[in-house]
């Protein structure tokens, strides 16, 4: 669980930004930052994209330290799809999808 939480830190201090700053972009707590980076836990992936997003880092970098987060302003960083995002917006787009199916199907 550690290394997740070293990316997010590492990708923060990069960009100067403090635990406070982003816990009032994300709308959470300065605690549940903390948790992260120290980790004791995990940030959901609608947040995890959004710290991706602030960071200016792919997820790719965030979840298994691939990239040099000092490199994402770089074009070549840039370049192509980021592959896992898409694989984590295709999932959270079927499971959509699946409850949208599953309280249609309860409500009739």
């Known amino acids: 669980m550690g290394e997740i939480g070293d990316n ?12 406070e700053y982003v816990s009032n972009e994300l709308n959470i707590s300065r ?30 970098y965030l979840l298994l330290g691939k990239d040099d987060p000092s490199a994402a302003n770089k074009p ?8 896992l995002t898409f694989k ?12 949208g199916h599953l309280v249609i199907s309860t409500i009739m």
Do not use: H
């Open 31 to 60: 605690q549940s930052i903390s948790r992260w980076e120290n980790g004791r836990g995990y940030p959901d992936v609608e947040k995890l994209v959004k710290l991706s997003v602030l960071y200016d880092v792919t997820m790719d």
């Open 8 to 19: 997010i830190r590492r990708a923060r201090i990069l960009r100067e930004m403090t635990q």
């Open 76 to 83: 070549s960083s840039k370049s192509g799809a980021n592959c």
């Open 88 to 99: 984590v917006m295709l999932v959270v787009g079927f499971l959509s999808t699946l409850l």
